[in-house]
């Protein structure tokens, strides 16, 4: 069982930057691949970002190409989200998955949720 703790969330600006980190224990953290998924209130949750297993491949929604970073310390156990030049659109719950296999874009192929962060972004 694979336990996830997301961390980093707050309120920033227009155009500010946070970086978002998730923990992870339990399980060989590795063997899974990382992604990251938001819900704006009102909204379904939405993919964000991925990273595979391995840190080869990096896989970004259009709405944050360009803006977000994705990258992992498995060293450390802990997956990371840099966000920068945040738009108000981009305010939601952000959460960490963990999956040991499957389609990364997608929410119905992780294994294992953190409990989110609240990210806040004012005009």
């Known amino acids: 069982q694979v336990q996830l703790v997301e961390s980093g969330g707050g309120m920033v600006q227009a155009g500010g930057s946070l970086r978002l980190s998730c923990a992870a224990s339990?399980?060989?953290?590795?063997?899974?691949?990382m992604g990251w998924f938001r819900r704006a209130p009102g909204k379904e949750r939405e993919f964000v970002a991925a990273i595979s297993w391995s840190v080869t491949n990096t896989y970004y929604a259009e709405s944050v190409k360009g803006r977000f970073t994705i990258s992992r310390d498995n060293a450390k156990n802990t997956v990371y989200l840099q966000m920068n030049s945040l738009k108000p659109e981009d305010t939601a719950v952000y959460y960490c998955?963990?999956?040991?296999?499957?389609?990364?874009?997608?929410?119905?192929?992780?294994?294992?949720w953190g409990q989110g962060t609240q990210v806040t972004v004012s005009p």
């Open positions: 339990g399980g060989t953290f590795s063997n899974y691949g």
């Open positions: 998955a963990a999956q040991i296999s499957g389609k990364i874009r997608s929410e119905y192929e992780y294994d294992y």
